[in-house]
């Protein structure tokens, strides 16, 4: 099994930054995709970015330009830098990892940690 620890989540105003981080531990994969997904109250779980076991970075259309997404492959810890924070960024954010098998903006086969509340406020 594979634990992912969320933390760097808050509450932060409108144009605000944060840093979310998100260490794993347990049994790791060989090659590993890992990325930050996002619900917000009423709504599904939705793609924010990922980061490929090569480093080749995705990103939602709403975040581009505004987050960035890193990893510390020697930790196991992937990082968001989210700038210029919007009210509807508000969500709890989540940190994936799955194998490079799995879909990288959905890895519906991956592991999960619990998830960090991010609150914009306007």
């Known amino acids: 099994q594979v634990q992912l620890v969320e933390s760097g989540g808050g509450l932060v105003q409108a144009g605000g930054s944060l840093r979310l981080s998100c260490a794993a531990s347990?049994?790791?994969?060989?090659?590993?995709?890992m990325g930050w997904f996002r619900q917000a109250p009423g709504k599904e779980r939705e793609f924010v970015a990922a980061?490929?076991?090569?480093?080749?970075?995705y990103y939602a259309d709403a975040v581009k330009g505004r987050f960035t997404i890193s990893r510390d492959n020697a930790k196991i810890t992937l990082y968001l830098q989210m700038n210029s924070l919007k009210p509807e960024d508000t969500a709890v954010y989540y940190c994936?990892?799955?194998?490079?098998?799995?879909?990288?903006?959905?890895?519906?086969?991956?592991?999960w940690g619990q998830g960090t509340q991010v609150t914009v406020s306007s």
């Open positions: 994936g990892l799955a194998s490079t098998a799995d879909p990288i903006m959905t890895m519906p086969n991956g592991y």
């Open positions: 347990g049994r790791t994969l060989s090659n590993y995709n």
């Open positions: 980061i490929s076991w090569l480093g080749i970075a």
